[in-house]
């Protein structure tokens, strides 16, 4: 079993910046791909940013491409989103994903969830 916990989310301008946080435990944290996903009201949860194991691959929606960067520390099992250039569009809950299985954007793919961070960026 996995418990993530998220945390770094708040209110910003946009153009601004946040930087979230997602710390792992109950398991081999270097052994799990690891996901940042979101959730708009009233829309569906969609894929953010995924990353290996080592952290050499990435993966990242066209939508964030170029501002948002994943990052991961095996040794303090902690996944990192820094997000940059925030628009009002980017404005969610933002959830922590992990699965010892595959480098995925479908949500089906994970086994483990954060409870999430909202992220508002104003206009």
């Known amino acids: 079993q996995v418990q993530l916990v998220e945390s770094g989310g708040g209110l910003v301008q946009a153009g601004g910046s946040l930087r979230l946080s997602c710390i792992a435990s109950?398991?081999?944290?270097?052994?799990?791909?690891m996901a940042w996903f979101r959730q708009a009201p009233g829309r569906e949860r969609e894929f953010v940013t995924a990353?290996?194991?080592?952290?050499?691959?990435?993966d990242y929606a066209n939508s964030v491409k170029g501002r948002f960067t994943i990052s991961r520390d095996n040794a303090k099992n902690t996944v990192t989103l820094q997000m940059n250039s925030l628009k009002p569009e980017d404005t969610a809950v933002y959830y922590c994903?992990?699965?010892?299985?595959?480098?995925?954007?479908?949500?089906?793919?994970?086994?483990?969830w954060g409870q999430g961070t909202q992220v508002t960026v104003s206009s």
């Open positions: 990353i290996g194991w080592s952290g050499i691959l990435r």
């Open positions: 994903a992990a699965n010892p299985i595959s480098y995925a954007r479908a949500t089906g793919e994970y086994n483990y």
């Open positions: 109950g398991s081999t944290f270097s052994r799990l791909f």
